[in-house]
């Protein structure tokens, strides 16, 4: 394939990865920035969610798009219980020291791993898609010196990736509404800002934290359900997103949401594009170093403000 | 001899001018008391001389070396010694751990503990070695970092209101102790406490919003009533 | 009224107050005078239920706040300008204030009142806290507080780093208060900002309360205070 | 300084204590501790960095691998003998430990986690893209004719229940050694208070720089140990898996404590073995335990004895 | 799930040998128990119940479950009941190696039985060299053939894949076309099929225009597809792990309605319902497959009885839940290797971990394995000197949503010069 359609290939998967991997990254985002943890687990509630949506899916007939949408509803907040039972029997308890959250949270994870493949099994099952058509895309070329419009060999999406586009994006800014527009969100940022002070104007901390856990939980959860008409649910596919929701906060700058949803689109895009020019896996080498090196010469994240 | 002075020494934050074109000289063997109201600018002034915050502009000299360039540890090997303001020991070390840390910089193996043990004792806290920095009143805390800087036996000795929390007696033999230690050590010395300041120093500085405001031998600064009226607000 | 009861309280394992107990009135300006590392701040903190007691309580208006969890101690009345400020950097004037409100669903008409003593405030009312300047963020800090309408205010040094113009503004105000029946606990380094408001002055010292006295005495006799501060 | 003859009495006696009982031990056990050994050194290892220096590495199965590679490419490849192989592994970790260390140390906190979790994943990718080496995830067999040292076949169960030993031993002896010397001091102080320790005159990036250099390479000592003893060079030890490991076992066995990276590393094996031996549900028991121990041991097993029973451990 | 992995215990084997015999021939039965102590045989069984290799761990667990019992109805071997000793062992290598030496000092295993994944193979083959430990492997890969392993390392019931490659290279050129570009994944296996296919489709006058090597753990591959050459006649695809599904959706999608030939290894289908959504441009493609998931129209009695005793439909899925798709391909290999084991301790008089040698020695010597009840998936031929049994091949083409047979290699088209001698290693 020509370059040009060859480029926008890649930045169409870029941005379907971008959409997901910005959705589970906000999620955790906002845990590590309200409350300072780490949360190890987030990848297994985003497996949960994916795993969720294939049951709800097949408890109901009709229509493929009749279930998902069930599923898209029901799921974020089947996870986000979870995610609050664990947060109030578990982190709560051991005062969300940073270093026991990290253990307690791998702890976690292995429970629901383990519990997932003894319930749902190792398979990798797929979920149908609610609408899917195969989008052939045309690109421009020069013919005798006029640009016409053709359609290259290969180049298409299809309806549902731009729809998980789409998705993401109202999702996203319903998450900026909550934060910047409503009272829980003013509330949320006020804990996050500073705790002790927030606690001495009456807010709940407690509350919110497990609040903010769910919300977090229900988004990686919310990213789960929509990419698994595309790719499939099985019990051990929390661990990519998870390194990469990691990488994206952190380059993001910690705490920055706009920052997290630009570095999800950077890295998704990386992803996609390096690998236009070099063979697949030295593709994967050099798009890892190159987020470690951003890291290494500006360690406060790409939207962060160095601290003095 | 001058061992250590500045030169238009000046830091911004976020466009609050913390220090303002500071030109200090501080000779060999005095020592010096820096006051000032708070917010004047103290902390900052010191913790550009000894590296742990860098200038927006000006120079550091220190023992005819410009050090303005050189990282905190390395001005520290030159022979100054710093005390936290706000106390920095470590606390879930031991009282000896932690003068020791400071020992080491100069002697080695078993040269340390007479070191250690004599330094405590020069403090008041020989009694409690083995306990934890951490467990210790606020007031020994603050001797414990007089220790940690004496263990060092520096050139210029960095004190960021070592007599705070203290008690009177304790007050009493800290002033013992810089009488003792002006023969070796030059000093500076942040101080609150105006008694400990009119009885130690030799020269006070006074700072406010950021710059100099008078300089003179301790007499001469408290009647001076520019120096009145910015330090106790009467103004 | 603000009533302290023998309260221990410790960081870590270091014991930091040890049987302090204070008791402040209604319309009554109590100022907290000691240096640092004496205990002023932990107390403010200990009242407001952010640090653990060990022993001794704390009653607001006969209801004992320290068996309350922290986030509750608020709606009873207390109204806390902390050291520093401490303002919600990031959210706006107006955000900083709702939080306030919000604890004891102040409606507009107490906003309006708070703002009536601090007009700057609504010039500046959605900018973002952190930009405003020091004496501004102080206001904003005081205002936070005064918009949850506090039987008891809690002031831990309000004119630190402020000119001599912005001190006199934050002191009308808790004057105000005061005048308006409010306890208020006022911790403060500068004697000479406490003499000219306060009705009574305790020391601490290393965690201990030591005299508690009427400011006219202090006033009447400068020594005492240099006794107790060495300034 | 009699805490000092208990402190060295106490580590003595459980090196003893293991030598002892490769005569009592049922074969199983036998192999089962031998395997612990080496793995309890790359515990050891990490814990240098982590529980001694405070840095929260998420990358030291690059260093693990580093040796593991350095040993089994050398001997696959060329030939060459055990005992260089080894070495070659041991200054292999040391040289990729030292790179690491320049670039990661320019960070803190998290970003540091995530940049040594980020150059980890690029060393695994490495091992697989250079497959016609390395056979990728599938890995290679030492062969036992090579696993001769010196005339002593390591493959034979006392032989390698000895090199076990020794490796352990050499890590815990290293450590135990780290904790009385100056340097060791000073990564303690950095860990505790690094801008205190800075101002003490102390460079502390040289200093942590150093805890990387020596953390990494007995992680790749531990590596290439485990490589040449149980004949198996894969990918898999290069994944991120193997750089979470050594964080439980040091959690779990107490942090900043000599002792406590062995105990983990015993204490994880034998609730995996245990438990899967019951049942099929293992990781979930794995996971309940860990979640127990945050509540209920948050110092992890030695750092509770610590706290409790024997304040001197060091 | 838990009934398939629940192993039979001593007392429910002896209950089965002594009621059973209905299915069995008396007079055997009655040699063998005169003869032998009647404790049991027992097997450690490595299964991948968890990590990567679960979902084949499941199936191999079931067809081990149904051929033990199968043997154990017919007498067990030499009269005494098989014991299987299942444990888990997280598709990881070293854990692989430690539930080897679990079976050897632990449960005092006669042998080790029925890995799949290659590193675990690979990790684990030295501990059951170094134990002494018959280790009968069932996992296709190269590395027992190549000479990598040791003398106790066998692989009897499954062909290998350096040959399952190369016989397909033939149909392959002539039948679909001569310009391939293969796809596959960036780790060993995946080089396996890159260095052996590109081999065999050269020899056979075709080339190989691209190799695109997919990163293992990669989730999503349209971003590699423009790397096609545009004058592609077939694709090769081989995939394994959860994301095969979303490959082969991701092709259809990314060809649209004008794809080339395609012809694909079904492990990149392994455990994949064929008409799940998304798969309908799989119609009219190739696959390579162990052993031909849907029942033909010609079944074999033997595939027939094999189907009906591990519990698999005429799809290939499981009897009781049709969505529950089996691993077709690789599975027999468990059920053929137990049988090999049977034979082999028979044969050797096996007795007791004393005869272990015996029984290397034994099967070593075997050649011809008949299509039989034993041998389902087709007839075999052993190489005692390289470990390796040889094979049939089949070739399905996705017909009205099925996977149809239309070529059968010979097992001649497998066969490769011995790279290996193992029987000259001393025990």
New interface residues.
């Given amino acids: 394939m020509e370059i040009g359609p060859y480029l926008m290939l890649a930045s169409l998967e870029g941005a379907v990865t971008a959409a997901v991997l910005a959705l589970t990254a906000v999620g955790l985002s906002l845990v590590f920035g309200v409350m300072r943890v780490v949360n190890v687990a987030h990848g297994e509630f985003f497996m949960l969610g994916a795993v969720l949506a294939w049951w709800v899916t097949g408890l109901i007939g009709g229509h493929p798009a009749l279930g998902f949408a069930m599923a898209l509803v029901l799921v974020p907040v089947l996870v986000a219980g979870i995610a609050v039972a664990a947060d109030m029997t578990i982190l709560k308890r051991i005062a969300y020291d940073p270093e026991r959250t990290i253990v307690a949270t791998i702890g976690i994870l292995y429970i629901i791993q383990q519990v997932t493949l003894m319930t749902y099994g190792p398979e990798a099952r797929p979920v149908t898609p609610p609408f899917n058509t195969r989008l052939a895309l045309p690109w421009v070329e020069f013919a005798d010196g006029a640009p016409r419009l053709y359609w290259p060999w290969g180049l298409s999406t299809t309806s549902y990736k731009l729809g998980v586009i789409a998705a993401a994006g109202g999702v996203l800014v319903g998450v900026w509404a909550l934060m910047a527009r409503t009272r829980i969100g003013l509330l949320m940022r006020a804990t996050q800002l500073d705790r002790d002070m927030a606690l001495a104007f009456g807010i709940p901390v407690e509350r919110v934290y497990a609040l903010v856990f769910g919300i977090g939980a229900g988004l990686a959860a919310l990213a789960a359900v929509l990419i698994v008409p595309i790719q499939q649910a099985h019990y051990l596919m929390g661990g990519d997103p998870l390194l990469l929701s990691f990488i994206v906060v952190i380059i993001g700058g910690l705490g920055s949401l706009p920052g997290t949803v630009l570095a999800a689109v950077l890295i998704g895009l990386s992803d996609g594009i390096i690998s236009v020019f070099f063979s697949p896996t030295l593709a994967k080498i050099l798009a890892t170093l190159l987020v470690a090196l951003v890291l290494v010469f500006r360690p406060q994240g790409l939207f962060g403000a160095r601290p003095r | 001899m001058t061992l250590l002075s500045t030169q238009g020494l000046s830091r911004n934050?976020d466009g609050l001018r913390a220090v303002h074109d500071v030109d200090f000289d501080l000779p060999e063997g005095q020592v010096r008391a820096l006051i000032g109201p708070?917010?004047a600018g103290k902390t900052t002034f010191v913790s550009m001389l000894?590296g742990?915050i860098l200038p927006s502009s000006g120079r550091v000299m220190f023992g005819g070396k410009d050090i303005s360039h050189l990282?905190?540890?390395?001005r520290?090997?030159l022979g100054m010694a710093?005390t936290?303001q706000i106390?920095?020991?470590?606390?879930?070390?031991s009282v000896f751990?932690n003068v020791?840390?400071?020992a080491?910089?100069r002697v080695?193996g078993a040269e340390v503990a007479p070191v250690v043990n004599a330094v405590l004792g020069r403090v008041g806290l020989h009694e409690r070695p083995d306990q934890?920095a951490?467990?210790?009143?606020?007031?020994h805390q603050?001797l414990l970092e007089i220790a940690?800087g004496l263990a060092?036996a520096p050139r210029l000795l960095i004190l960021d209101?070592p007599t705070?929390?203290l008690?009177?007696q304790e007050?009493a033999d800290f002033k013992a102790l810089i009488g003792d230690l002006k023969a070796t050590t030059t000093i500076l010395l942040i101080e609150?406490?105006?008694?400990?300041v009119m009885e130690v120093a030799d020269i006070v500085t006074v700072l406010n919003f950021g710059e100099v405001l008078a300089e003179g031998p301790p007499e001469a600064v408290h009647a001076n009533p520019a120096v009145q009226a910015a330090y106790?607000?009467?103004? | 009224m603000l009533e302290l009861d023998g309260i221990n309280v410790a960081y870590g394992k270091a014991q930091v107050l040890r049987d302090v107990s204070l008791s402040v009135a209604p319309g009554e300006i109590l100022c907290l005078l000691g240096r640092n590392g004496a205990g002023k701040t932990t107390t403010m903190k200990a009242i407001m239920g952010l640090l653990p007691l060990m022993s001794g309580r704390v009653v607001v208006n006969g209801t004992a706040v320290s068996d309350l969890p922290a986030h509750k101690v608020p709606a009873v009345g207390v109204g806390y300008v902390p050291q520093g400020r401490r303002l919600f950097g990031e959210l706006t004037v107006a955000q900083n204030l709702e939080i306030g409100l919000r604890v004891r669903r102040g409606g507009p008409e107490v906003l309006d009142g708070v703002l009536a003593l601090f007009p700057r405030l609504a010039e500046r009312w959605s900018q973002r806290a952190q930009t405003l300047s020091g004496g501004e963020q102080q206001m904003l800090a005081t205002a936070r507080a005064l918009c949850l309408q506090p039987s008891v205010l809690l002031l831990d040094e309000p004119t630190e780093g402020l000119q001599p113009s912005m001190i006199e503004a934050i002191r009308q105000v808790i004057t105000v208060m005061r005048d308006r029946g409010v306890a208020v606990l006022l911790v403060e380094q500068r004697v000479d900002a406490v003499l000219s408001v306060a009705d009574r002055v305790a020391f601490i010292e290393n965690g201990r309360n030591l005299e508690t006295l009427p400011a006219e005495a202090l006033r009447a006799d400068h020594a005492i205070v240099e006794r107790h501060l060495g300034v | 300084m009699r805490d000092g003859r208990k402190t060295l009495g106490l580590h003595l006696g459980l090196l003893a204590l293991l030598f002892a009982l490769q005569f009592v031990l049922p074969a199983y056990h036998h192999g089962n501790l031998a395997r612990i050994m080496v793995l309890a050194a790359y515990a050891v290892g990490y814990n240098i960095l982590f529980g001694y220096t405070g840095l929260l590495s998420l990358g030291h199965a690059l260093f693990f691998a580093a040796g593991m590679y350095g040993m089994g490419l050398l001997v696959n490849q060329t030939g060459a003998a055990p005992l260089a192989a080894l070495m070659a592994g041991v200054i292999a970790g040391a040289l990729v430990a030292a790179a690491l260390g320049v670039l990661a140390l320019r960070t803190e906190g998290v970003a540091f986690m995530i940049v040594t979790l980020m150059f980890a994943q690029a060393g695994y990718l490495t091992v697989l893209y250079f497959g016609a080496y390395t056979r990728g995830d599938e890995g290679f067999v030492i062969q036992q004719a090579q696993r001769v040292m010196a005339g002593i076949d390591l493959s034979d169960p006392s032989n390698r229940y000895f090199a076990g030993l020794l490796v352990f031993g050499l890590a815990m002896l290293i450590n135990l050694w780290l904790v009385r010397t100056r340097f060791g001091r000073v990564l303690i102080a950095i860990r505790e208070n690094e801008e205190r320790a800075r101002m003490l005159g102390y460079d502390v990036f040289v200093h942590k720089l150093g805890a990387v250099v020596l953390s990494g390479t007995i992680s790749a000592m531990a590596g290439a140990s485990y490589g040449l003893l149980f004949g198996y060079v894969g990918a898999s030890f290069a994944s991120v898996q193997y750089s979470i490991f050594p964080l439980l076992w040091v959690l779990l066995g107490g942090a900043g404590t000599v002792i406590g990276p062995f105990l983990g590393t015993l204490f994880m094996f034998y609730l995996i073995d245990l438990s899967s031996g019951l049942t099929t549900a293992y990781m979930l028991i794995a996971g309940v335990a860990l979640v127990l121990l945050t509540l209920f041991a948050p110092q992890g097993l030695a750092g509770e004895l610590r706290n409790r029973v024997w304040r001197w451990l060091p | 799930m838990t009934k398939s992995n629940k192993t039979p215990t001593r007392r429910e084997a002896m209950k089965t040998l002594a009621l059973g015999a209905g299915a069995a021939s008396l007079p055997l039965w009655a040699r063998y128990a005169g003869a032998q102590s009647s404790a049991p045989i027992r097997i450690g069984f490595q299964v991948h119940r968890t990590g990567i290799g679960a979902a084949y761990g499941r199936w191999y667990d079931r067809t081990t479950t149904a051929a033990a019992a199968l043997i154990n109805e017919g007498g067990g071997i030499n009269g005494r009941p098989v014991e299987i000793i299942a444990e888990d062992d997280g598709t990881d290598p070293k854990r692989g190696a430690e539930v080897v030496e679990k079976f050897a000092t632990q449960y005092n295993c006669d042998i080790g039985f029925g890995t799949l994944f290659s590193h675990v193979v690979i990790g684990s083959a030295p501990r059951a060299g170094e134990l002494k430990l018959p280790y009968f492997v069932v996992s296709e890969g190269h590395h027992v053939a190549s000479g990598m392993l040791n003398r106790y390392t066998l692989q009897p019931g499954i062909t290998d894949v350096k040959s399952q490659v190369q016989a397909m290279a033939p149909f392959v050129a002539n039948t679909l076309g001569k310009k391939v570009t293969m796809i596959f994944p960036d780790f060993a296996f995946g080089h396996d099929h890159r260095d052996y296919f590109t081999a065999a489709i050269e020899a056979q006058g075709g080339q190989v225009l691209e190799h695109i090597a997919i990163p293992p753990t990669e989730t999503s591959f349209t971003k590699y597809f423009p790397k096609i050459p545009r004058d592609t006649e077939v694709i090769y695809h081989v995939m394994v792990g959860p994301a095969v599904l979303t490959f082969v959706k991701e092709l259809g999608e990314f060809f649209g309605p004008q794809r080339p030939e395609m012809f694909g290894f079904i492990d990149s289908l392994e455990a994949v319902d064929i008409s799940s959504p998304g798969l309908e441009f799989l119609e009219g493609t190739y696959f390579w497959e162990g052993n031909p998931r849907q029942a033909q129209a010609d079944q074999s009695p033997y595939d027939a009885f094999y189907r009906e005793r591990v519990g698999v439909d005429a799809n290939g899925a499981s009897v009781d839940d049709a969505r529950d798709v089996s691993t077709y391909s690789h599975m027999f290999g468990c059920w053929e290797t137990l049988h090999v084991v049977k034979a082999g301790m028979e044969a050797a008089g096996y007795a007791g971990p004393q005869d272990r040698a015996s029984l290397i020695e034994a099967v070593e010597a075997m050649t011809d394995m008949p299509h039989s009840n034993a041998h389902p998936q087709g007839a075999k031929l052993f190489n005692g000197k390289t470990h390796q049994v040889f094979g049939h091949q089949y070739i399905t083409k996705v017909t009205g949503g099925k996977l149809l047979l239309v070529h059968t290699t010979s097992i001649e088209d497998t066969l490769y010069p011995d790279e290996a001698d193992y029987t000259t290693q001393a025990f």
């Fill in positions: 934050f708070n917010g000894c742990r990282p905190a540890h390395r520290i090997n710093y936290f106390t920095s020991v470590f606390a879930n070390l751990e020791a840390l400071a080491r910089r080695a934890n951490g467990d210790l009143s606020y007031g603050r940690m060092q209101e705070q929390g008690t009177d007050i609150h406490n105006m008694s400990v106790l607000g009467t103004g």
